[in-house]
Protein backbone atom coordinates (compact mmCIF):
# COMPACT_ATOMS: atom_id res chain seq x y z
CA UNK A 1 0.00 0.00 0.00
CA UNK A 2 1.65 3.06 -0.92
CA UNK A 3 1.23 6.19 0.78
CA UNK A 4 -1.55 7.72 -0.59
CA UNK A 5 -3.54 4.63 -0.16
CA UNK A 6 -2.64 4.84 3.41
CA UNK A 7 -3.23 8.45 3.90
CA UNK A 8 -6.88 7.70 2.39
CA UNK A 9 -7.54 5.01 4.73
CA UNK A 10 -6.91 7.11 7.85
CA UNK A 11 -9.54 9.65 6.24
CA UNK A 12 -12.30 7.05 6.07
CA UNK A 13 -11.36 6.24 9.72
CA UNK A 14 -14.30 8.67 10.77
CA UNK A 15 -16.86 6.58 9.06
CA UNK A 16 -15.62 3.31 11.41
CA UNK A 17 -15.47 5.20 14.23
CA UNK A 18 -18.70 6.55 14.10
CA UNK A 19 -19.93 3.21 13.45
CA UNK A 20 -18.29 1.26 16.78
CA UNK A 21 -19.04 4.55 18.83
CA UNK A 22 -22.68 4.11 17.33
CA UNK A 23 -22.95 0.47 18.27
CA UNK A 24 -21.57 0.94 21.82
CA UNK A 25 -24.19 3.57 22.41
CA UNK A 26 -27.20 1.40 21.29
CA UNK A 27 -25.81 -1.73 23.17
CA UNK A 28 -25.41 0.83 26.62
CA UNK A 29 -28.80 1.80 26.00
CA UNK A 30 -30.45 4.24 28.67
CA UNK A 31 -28.55 5.15 31.47
CA UNK A 32 -29.63 6.02 34.87
CA UNK A 33 -29.79 9.43 35.09
CA UNK A 34 -28.57 12.34 37.41
CA UNK A 35 -32.02 12.30 39.37
CA UNK A 36 -32.54 8.09 39.52
CA UNK A 37 -32.36 7.43 43.19
CA UNK A 38 -29.33 5.26 44.57
CA UNK A 39 -30.95 2.25 44.06
CA UNK A 40 -32.42 2.59 41.00
CA UNK A 41 -28.93 3.57 39.69
CA UNK A 42 -27.28 0.11 41.62
CA UNK A 43 -29.87 -1.82 39.94
CA UNK A 44 -29.30 -0.76 36.42
CA UNK A 45 -25.30 -1.79 36.31
CA UNK A 46 -26.22 -4.62 38.75
CA UNK A 47 -28.73 -6.10 36.19
CA UNK A 48 -27.12 -5.17 33.12
CA UNK A 49 -23.34 -5.64 33.74
CA UNK A 50 -22.41 -7.58 30.47
CA UNK A 51 -24.66 -5.42 28.17
CA UNK A 52 -22.64 -2.16 29.84
CA UNK A 53 -19.00 -3.69 29.76
CA UNK A 54 -19.51 -4.53 26.06
CA UNK A 55 -20.35 -1.59 25.27
CA UNK A 56 -17.83 0.16 27.39
CA UNK A 57 -14.81 -2.31 25.34
CA UNK A 58 -16.93 -1.38 21.78
CA UNK A 59 -16.60 2.02 22.56
CA UNK A 60 -13.15 2.14 23.75
CA UNK A 61 -11.46 0.33 21.08
CA UNK A 62 -13.75 2.95 18.76
CA UNK A 63 -11.25 5.50 20.09
CA UNK A 64 -8.47 3.82 17.51
CA UNK A 65 -10.22 4.81 14.71
CA UNK A 66 -10.57 8.35 15.92
CA UNK A 67 -7.13 8.81 16.52
CA UNK A 68 -6.19 7.91 13.22
CA UNK A 69 -8.77 9.91 12.03
CA UNK A 70 -7.98 13.45 13.73
CA UNK A 71 -4.22 12.46 12.58
CA UNK A 72 -5.57 12.51 9.02
CA UNK A 73 -6.93 15.74 9.50
CA UNK A 74 -4.03 17.54 11.54
CA UNK A 75 -1.81 16.06 8.76
CA UNK A 76 -3.82 17.33 6.27
CA UNK A 77 -3.88 20.99 8.10
CA UNK A 78 -0.63 20.97 8.50
CA UNK A 79 0.17 20.40 4.79
CA UNK A 80 -2.27 23.06 3.53
CA UNK A 81 -0.60 25.91 5.99
CA UNK A 82 -3.24 25.46 8.80
CA UNK A 83 -1.11 24.00 11.26
CA UNK A 84 -2.12 25.81 14.11
CA UNK A 85 -5.54 24.97 13.86
CA UNK A 86 -3.90 21.14 13.09
CA UNK A 87 -2.72 21.03 16.53
CA UNK A 88 -6.02 22.63 18.07
CA UNK A 89 -8.09 19.70 16.58
CA UNK A 90 -5.67 16.95 17.87
CA UNK A 91 -5.48 18.66 21.15
CA UNK A 92 -9.25 19.39 21.80
CA UNK A 93 -10.20 15.56 20.33
CA UNK A 94 -7.47 13.94 22.41
CA UNK A 95 -8.96 15.87 25.42
CA UNK A 96 -12.27 14.65 25.02
CA UNK A 97 -11.35 10.79 24.31
CA UNK A 98 -9.25 11.15 27.53
CA UNK A 99 -12.31 12.17 29.43
CA UNK A 100 -14.51 9.48 27.58
CA UNK A 101 -12.27 7.05 28.93
CA UNK A 102 -12.40 8.69 32.56
CA UNK A 103 -16.39 7.94 32.09
CA UNK A 104 -15.20 4.35 31.00
CA UNK A 105 -13.57 3.54 33.91
CA UNK A 106 -15.63 5.15 36.95
CA UNK A 107 -18.53 3.22 34.44
CA UNK A 108 -16.48 -0.40 34.26
CA UNK A 109 -16.05 -1.13 37.89
CA UNK A 110 -20.02 -0.54 38.52
CA UNK A 111 -20.64 -3.16 36.17
CA UNK A 112 -18.25 -5.89 37.28
CA UNK A 113 -19.30 -5.86 40.98
CA UNK A 114 -19.23 -2.67 42.73
CA UNK A 115 -23.01 -2.36 42.37
CA UNK A 116 -23.31 -5.47 43.84
CA UNK A 117 -21.34 -5.04 46.71
CA UNK A 118 -20.78 -1.39 47.63
CA UNK A 119 -23.33 1.27 49.32
CA UNK A 120 -25.96 2.05 46.26
CA UNK A 121 -25.04 5.86 47.48
CA UNK A 122 -21.47 5.08 46.26
CA UNK A 123 -22.42 3.64 42.80
CA UNK A 124 -24.89 6.92 42.46
CA UNK A 125 -22.00 9.21 43.05
CA UNK A 126 -19.46 7.94 40.46
CA UNK A 127 -22.30 7.58 37.72
CA UNK A 128 -23.06 11.54 38.68
CA UNK A 129 -19.32 11.82 38.59
CA UNK A 130 -19.70 9.80 35.05
CA UNK A 131 -22.46 11.97 33.73
CA UNK A 132 -20.51 15.69 35.00
CA UNK A 133 -17.39 14.35 32.95
CA UNK A 134 -19.59 13.99 29.71
CA UNK A 135 -21.01 16.67 30.40
CA UNK A 136 -17.99 19.09 30.69
CA UNK A 137 -16.23 16.87 27.50
CA UNK A 138 -19.06 18.61 25.51
CA UNK A 139 -16.46 21.93 25.04
CA UNK A 140 -13.61 20.57 23.91
CA UNK A 141 -15.49 17.68 21.66
CA UNK A 142 -17.09 21.26 19.91
CA UNK A 143 -13.67 23.26 19.78
CA UNK A 144 -12.32 20.01 17.38
CA UNK A 145 -15.24 20.20 15.21
CA UNK A 146 -15.31 23.83 14.75
CA UNK A 147 -11.57 23.59 14.40
CA UNK A 148 -11.59 20.86 11.76
CA UNK A 149 -14.65 22.83 9.73
CA UNK A 150 -12.97 26.08 9.42
CA UNK A 151 -9.56 24.90 8.91
CA UNK A 152 -10.66 22.36 6.19
CA UNK A 153 -12.86 24.99 4.46
CA UNK A 154 -10.29 27.50 5.19
CA UNK A 155 -7.61 25.99 3.39
CA UNK A 156 -10.33 24.85 0.51
CA UNK A 157 -9.97 20.95 1.41
CA UNK A 158 -13.67 20.89 1.95
CA UNK A 159 -15.94 23.27 0.66
CA UNK A 160 -17.33 26.35 2.06
CA UNK A 161 -21.01 24.71 3.00
CA UNK A 162 -18.81 22.05 5.11
CA UNK A 163 -17.38 25.05 7.29
CA UNK A 164 -20.82 26.37 8.31
CA UNK A 165 -22.52 22.26 8.73
CA UNK A 166 -19.25 22.00 11.05
CA UNK A 167 -19.65 25.33 12.99
CA UNK A 168 -23.76 24.14 13.21
CA UNK A 169 -22.85 21.50 15.18
CA UNK A 170 -19.95 22.67 17.09
CA UNK A 171 -22.73 24.94 18.65
CA UNK A 172 -25.20 21.98 18.84
CA UNK A 173 -21.95 19.55 21.23
CA UNK A 174 -21.06 23.13 23.40
CA UNK A 175 -24.94 22.92 24.53
CA UNK A 176 -24.32 19.75 25.69
CA UNK A 177 -22.26 21.49 28.51
CA UNK A 178 -24.95 23.59 29.98
CA UNK A 179 -27.09 20.35 30.30
CA UNK A 180 -27.20 20.50 34.16
CA UNK A 181 -31.04 20.44 34.83
CA UNK A 182 -32.36 19.07 37.93
CA UNK A 183 -34.33 16.61 35.98
CA UNK A 184 -35.51 15.83 32.34
CA UNK A 185 -34.48 16.54 28.50
CA UNK A 186 -31.83 19.33 29.16
CA UNK A 187 -30.23 17.47 32.57
CA UNK A 188 -27.01 15.59 32.41
CA UNK A 189 -28.13 12.04 30.72
CA UNK A 190 -31.32 13.38 29.58
CA UNK A 191 -32.73 13.32 25.96
CA UNK A 192 -29.86 15.96 24.41
CA UNK A 193 -27.58 13.51 25.07
CA UNK A 194 -29.33 11.62 21.72
CA UNK A 195 -28.74 14.89 19.90
CA UNK A 196 -25.20 15.48 20.75
CA UNK A 197 -24.78 11.38 19.69
CA UNK A 198 -26.68 12.18 16.54
CA UNK A 199 -25.13 15.61 15.35
CA UNK A 200 -21.54 14.47 16.47
CA UNK A 201 -21.37 10.81 14.45
CA UNK A 202 -22.77 12.51 11.70
CA UNK A 203 -20.19 15.06 11.42
CA UNK A 204 -17.60 12.56 11.75
CA UNK A 205 -19.08 10.53 8.68
CA UNK A 206 -19.74 13.48 6.57
CA UNK A 207 -16.32 14.52 7.07
CA UNK A 208 -14.88 11.48 6.76
CA UNK A 209 -16.88 10.56 3.52
CA UNK A 210 -15.94 14.03 1.69
CA UNK A 211 -11.92 13.75 2.70
CA UNK A 212 -11.75 10.35 1.47
CA UNK A 213 -13.02 11.78 -1.73
CA UNK A 214 -10.87 14.84 -1.74
CA UNK A 215 -7.17 14.45 -3.48
CA UNK A 216 -4.27 13.49 -1.68
CA UNK A 217 -1.35 15.66 -2.17
CA UNK A 218 2.33 14.91 -1.71
CA UNK A 219 3.84 17.65 0.43
CA UNK A 220 5.59 19.04 -2.48
CA UNK A 221 2.67 19.63 -4.35
CA UNK A 222 0.94 22.65 -5.83
CA UNK A 223 -0.38 25.99 -3.80
CA UNK A 224 -2.95 25.82 -1.40
CA UNK A 225 -5.01 28.42 -3.93
CA UNK A 226 -5.21 26.03 -6.65
CA UNK A 227 -6.93 23.40 -4.64
CA UNK A 228 -11.02 22.89 -6.04
CA UNK A 229 -12.97 25.04 -3.68
Known sequence: MNAA????????????????ALIAFITYGEGPK???????VASFYSDNGGRVLTALTIFSLSMIP????AGAIA?????????????TVIGTLGAWAAMQLVFVATAAPLAVSLADSADPEISQALNGFGLAIDNVSAFPLAGGIAAASVGLAR???????????GLAVAALVVLHGTNWASE???SPGGGYLFV?????????????VLLFRAPVLEETSAPVAARVA
Do not use: I, K, Q, Y
Open 34 to 40: LEDSADN
Open 66 to 69: LFWF
Open 75 to 87: NELRRSGEGRLGA
Open 5 to 20: NWERSARGMGVVFAAL
Open 196 to 208: VVASGLLWAVVTS
Open 184 to 186: GFW
Open 155 to 165: ARVLPVWFMWF
